[in-house]
């Protein structure tokens, strides 16, 4: 029987959908609008970002284009004539809360037919048209290469064709759009030194969803650091997969590597911190760990993926490195910066993993003392090397108890290190309110840990630099007074 709704249980239905979608947020992130522009925009869309920091950057870019076709963000799905899942494929996991999250959606689509539902970024780029057929509500699939023919395919869509490009390329870095930084703190942004990734770790679905490892022009990179630290921002991250690989040769002949794009970007000004990732541990040089040492606005942090502790699995894995490697990486690292703060990924349970080749993981770690770890259990990607070649043998119990005898060992490790700076004076760069209190102001020391501390009636603000004695730590904070 068909029956219609008076406008008030329209929205109510509405607001119990939105609920539900919003409890259902976990690791999205939705983008505000600057609201100043709200009014200047015909439409609207609203934009979720899963996966790495890659991904976010990237949502930036999409809605940089979005904007130049008329079409402003906003925070609130149910108003969006076009909702945008910008997803990642690097765990099944990550896969899954995708296809919850468009489920969710499914329901406000039916209540707005009109509505646009596009997925962009890694997903899009794995599954391609297939996406279209697996979850019908899908308009749009677009590959993270393919972004500037956005416009082009939202109006395919608006005409009521399904549209897809996944096109991969060569030479993509979106090195002349400015992004818009929508949901930003105004003093910490991501910029996108290099797209795609040539390593073929036999676990990563990274170089199929990515494509051919590219650098960005050195110039644009430095401008885009110059224009935020004229707009006031006071951190960029440098992003890339493999970030030490970085090289671009310019129009003039000169060569920049990595080494030296940290440097160029250092001399912006002292008052703008550098930060970057990913570091892989078979390509960082010497050169880029002086060049850290060199500049106090280049933080001392190293994200260095270890992934495991046994050369067997890392061969199979084709790390490229050993292990003996990965700790002459770590004890370098060291003797050049001892003050460097040090993050890993690891993997549990990749394919043969015996006991004794993690009990090699866990010593690797308490050789190399990371202050932070991501840790994840392996999870078998299709057409990966790894799924092609070795059978995904290890079971989702043994997986789980390693990757927990992991995590325990680095809780351990990392309550140790934030203990060990009770005592100590960080220069930390506000960042904004404390979560718990607007009384305290949080930021990140150089190591990249966060530090909570009183504002005591002082006339700072956001962007600003302080000293900071550290009292007291939990695990993953560290709280002071300043100094
Ligand atoms: N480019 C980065 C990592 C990108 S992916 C690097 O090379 O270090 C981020 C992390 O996800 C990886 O470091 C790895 O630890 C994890 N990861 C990637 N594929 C995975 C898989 N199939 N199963 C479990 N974890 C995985
Ligand atoms: Fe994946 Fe390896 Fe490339 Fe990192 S370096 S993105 S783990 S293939
Ligand atoms: Fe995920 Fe793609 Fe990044 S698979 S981790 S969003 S590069």
Redesign the pocket.
């Not at 676990?203 to 990274?206: G, H, L, Q, R, S």
């Given at each position: 029987m068909m029956s219609y709704l008076c406008k008030n249980q329209k929205s109510e239905i509405m607001a119990e959908l939105l609920q539900k979608v919003q409890d259902e947020t976990r690791q999205g992130e939705a983008y505000a609008p600057f609201k100043d522009e709200l009014n200047v925009f015909d439409k609207k869309f609203y934009i979720e970002s899963y996966g790495?920091q890659m991904n976010f950057s990237d949502s930036e870019i999409v809605a940089s284009i979005l904007h130049e076709q008329g079409f402003g963000a906003t925070r609130n799905f149910e108003e969006a004539d076009l909702i945008l899942l910008n997803t990642c494929s690097?765990?099944e996991k990550a896969e899954q809360t995708v296809r919850n999250r468009l489920h969710a959606f499914r329901k406000v689509k039916d209540n707005n037919p009109g509505m646009l539902i596009g997925v962009l970024g890694c997903m899009a780029e794995r599954l391609k048209a297939k996406f279209l057929e697996e979850e019908k509500l899908v308009d749009i699939v677009v590959g993270p290469d393919a972004y500037r023919s956005l416009p082009g395919l939202i109006t395919e869509a608006e005409g009521g064709q399904k549209s897809v490009n996944v096109l991969l390329s060569r030479d993509e870095t979106y090195a002349d759009i400015s992004p818009v930084r929508l949901d930003s703190n105004g003093v910490t942004a991501f910029v996108s030194i290099m797209r795609g990734?040539n390593?073929m770790?036999t676990?990563?679905?990274?170089p199929f969803t990515r494509g051919r490892e590219r650098s960005r022009d050195a110039e644009s990179i430095v401008n885009e650091c110059q224009n935020l630290f004229d707009r006031g921002f006071r951190e960029v991250t440098l992003l890339g997969?493999?970030v030490d690989s970085y090289y671009f040769t310019a129009t003039t002949g000169e060569n920049v590597n990595f080494a030296d794009l940290l440097e160029k970007v250092a001399l912006i000004s002292p008052l703008l911190r550098i930060r970057f990732s990913?570091?892989?541990p078979k390509d960082i040089t010497d050169d880029v760990l002086h060049t850290m040492a060199k500049h106090h606005n280049i933080c001392k942090y190293i994200?260095l993926?270890v992934?495991s502790g046994n050369t067997r699995i890392l061969q199979l894995m084709n790390r490229t490195y050993t292990r003996e490697w990965y700790l002459s990486k770590v004890k370098r690292i060291r003797e050049i910066m001892p003050d460097c703060g040090l993050s890993t990924?690891?993997?549990s349970g990749f394919c043969t993993e015996t006991e004794d080749d993690h009990q090699d993981t866990l010593s690797v770690m308490e050789n190399s003392r990371f202050d932070m770890a991501?840790m994840?259990?392996?999870?078998?990607?299709p057409g990966?090397l790894?799924a092609r070649r070795y059978e995904d043998d290890i079971t989702e119990d043994v997986k789980k108890r390693r990757l927990t005898e992991i995590i325990n060992l680095q809780n351990a490790h990392s309550r140790e290190s934030y203990k060990n700076d009770i005592g100590k004076t960080f220069e930390v760069l506000i960042e904004g309110n404390s979560k718990k209190s607007d009384k305290d102001w949080s930021g990140r020391n150089s190591q990249n840990k966060m530090v909570v501390f009183p504002k005591n009636n002082m006339p700072l603000k956001k962007g600003d630099y302080v000293q900071v004695n550290i009292t007291s730590a939990t695990s993953a904070t560290l709280l002071g007074e300043m100094v």
């Open positions: 790495c690097i765990r990734c390593n770790c676990f990563c679905v990274v997969q493999n990913t570091s892989h994200h993926p992934q990924d690891v993997i991501y994840f259990s392996y999870s078998e990607r990966t790894a």
